[in-house]
């Protein structure tokens, strides 16, 4: 059977309609927040924090959380994956300078000294 009309290119034209939608919406995020990491480096709302980097585990209420940790700067890490990783890699106990960012105590980035 041979089908005639549009029926097609309404279907694609509202896929792509939907996808272009929700493309635009990602593009506005990851733009927001570019400009935002901008905005924090420019105005010097970065602080170094020297120290030696530790991995640990903590028990919470039934669940264990881990964390890695700077000079009394601690940040969880959500995937085991993640925290096996680091372990295996041996940077427990290794000199780094961690940058945060002041309002939200974000990570920026990470020097390892050598």
Known sequence: ?????????????????????????????????????????????????????????????????RYFCIDDHRFQIERYSHFELLQQSGLAGQEAIMYVSTPRKAVQSVELKT
């Open 1 to 65: 059977m041979v089908r005639t009309g549009a029926f097609g290119i309404r279907s694609l034209s509202a896929y792509v309609g939907v996808t272009v939608f929700f493309g635009l919406i990602l593009w506005g995020f990851v733009f927001h927040r570019r400009l935002q990491m901008r905005r924090t480096l420019r105005e010097g709302k970065t602080y170094p924090v020297k120290g030696k980097i530790q991995l640990f585990t903590m028990r919470h209420e039934k669940l264990l959380h």
